[in-house]
């Protein structure tokens, strides 16, 4: 069982990324993604979440507008597709399951309780 996050990299402000988080022993038709981000020294922050069937999400204030997660069960992975990238988006970039999270409460923001995690993957904003 495990979680895969991938496609990080180091981009100009203003760019571009697509990251993807690959499930590999297990499906994620059943489970809310949440993708977080954490600088050294600072709390983790919640960027945004996706729930397991009716397609709901959440995104930060900081993210709004500029990211958009999805998914294709299919391929049991999920997508975080971060445009007009800004210096201050500069984190390592976590994904992360929470099991029967049918639907994004709105004022839960990504507040479930996740069970596996992956790896993370570095996203550099710098010019």
Excluded: H
Aim: net charge neutral; proline share 4%; charged share 15%.
């Amino acid at each position: 069982v495990q979680l895969q996050a991938s496609g990080g990299g180091l981009v100009q402000p203003g760019g571009s990324l697509r990251l993807s988080c690959a499930a590999s022993g297990f499906t994620l038709d059943y489970y809310a993604i949440g993708w977080f981000r954490q600088v050294p020294g600072k709390e983790r922050e919640g960027v945004t979440c996706i729930s397991s069937s009716d397609g709901s999400t959440y995104y930060a204030d900081s993210v709004k507008g500029r990211f958009t997660i999805s998914r294709d069960n299919a391929k049991s992975t999920v997508y975080l597709q971060m445009n007009s990238l800004k210096p201050e988006d500069t984190a390592v970039y976590y994904c992360a399951t929470a099991p029967s999270v049918s639907t994004i409460v709105p004022g839960a923001a990504c507040s479930y309780e996740y069970d596996y995690w992956g790896q993370g993957t570095q996203v550099t904003v710098s010019s």
